[in-house]
């Protein structure tokens, strides 16, 4: 058994419409992070009152919808995921209920006994997305570590992910022979010197590099 079983995935946000309910300083954090990380996001906001700070947003990302009023359950409809950010205890629960009847997926911000997801701290360098969680222990931190590699990741990543990219576009021959030739290319990007004997898609333990 693992003591940390959380699974992270890449969403679409375009392909996934979000509702979020609640325009206060949380709902504008979560709001903020997810537009800096995907800016074509499909974003719903309800909200009794809006904030100075979301009203900003919403004029930088005029395709963002936003309804000035109580939420109401049928603000749900036509969304796969929804983000409470009220404040109010028992509206998560209520939300979630209601967002559970419609399969949805559900994140109760700064409420994470109410969570089926947990947003994470992003870092982004051209198509290379790193997304950091400490299983809800210090989201602190993972601001924090997400500063740091803001820092540290090399600026040259995009390039050198569009030449890997090109490379792998051009390459010939058959599945196993691309694998190889992709993995002698990027092996000098392991200090640790040249990568080592390739298993293939052949094996039955297929190793996770051949993927
Ligand atoms: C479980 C989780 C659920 C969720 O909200 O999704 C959650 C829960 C809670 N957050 C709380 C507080 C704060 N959250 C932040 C910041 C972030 N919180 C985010 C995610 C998450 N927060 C999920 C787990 C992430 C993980 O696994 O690590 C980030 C990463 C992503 C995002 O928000 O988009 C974003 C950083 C983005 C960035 O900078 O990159 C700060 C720091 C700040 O604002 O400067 C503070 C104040 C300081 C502190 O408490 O650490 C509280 C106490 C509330 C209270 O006391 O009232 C709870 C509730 C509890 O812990 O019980
Ligand atoms: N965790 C964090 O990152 C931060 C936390 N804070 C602190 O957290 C406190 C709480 O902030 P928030 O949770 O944002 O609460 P808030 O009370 O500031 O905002 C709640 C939002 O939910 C809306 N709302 C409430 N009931 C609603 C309903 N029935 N239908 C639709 N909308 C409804 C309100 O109109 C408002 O937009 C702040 O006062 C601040 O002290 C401040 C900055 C960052």
Redesign the pocket.
């Known amino acids: 058994m693992t003591a940390n079983p ?1 699974y992270p995935v890449f969403l679409k946000l375009d392909q996934v419409p979000v509702l979020i309910v609640g325009a206060g300083p ?1 709902g504008y ?2 709001l ?3 537009l800096k990380s995907s800016p074509n996001a499909r974003i719903t906001v309800v909200a009794i009152e809006v904030s100075a700070e979301v009203e900003e947003l919403l004029q930088q990302y005029p395709h963002l919808e936003v309804r000035r009023r109580a939420y109401q359950p049928s603000d749900l409809e036509g969304n796969k995921l929804v ?1 409470v950010a009220t404040g109010i205890r028992e509206m998560g629960v209520q939300i979630r209920e209601e967002a559970h009847a419609r399969n949805m997926l559900v ?7 109410l ?1 089926d ?6 870092v982004t360098r051209g198509n290379l997305k790193v997304a ?12 924090r570590f ?2 740091m590699l803001e820092e540290v990741l090399p600026e040259e990543i995009p390039d050198l992910l569009q030449h890997l990219k090109a490379v792998r576009d051009r390459l010939s021959g058959d599945f196993e022979d691309k694998v190889k030739q992709l993995n002698d290319l990027t092996a000098q990007l392991l200090e640790t010197g040249p990568a080592p004997e390739q298993k293939t898609g052949s094996s039955s333990e297929s190793s996770p590099e051949t993927n």
């Open positions: 959380l949380v954090e979560k903020f992070f997810i983000i994140n109760v911000a700064d409420t994470p006994d969570c997801l947990y947003l994470g701290s992003i950091i969680s400490t299983n809800g222990q210090s989201p602190t931190f993972a601001k997400r500063q």
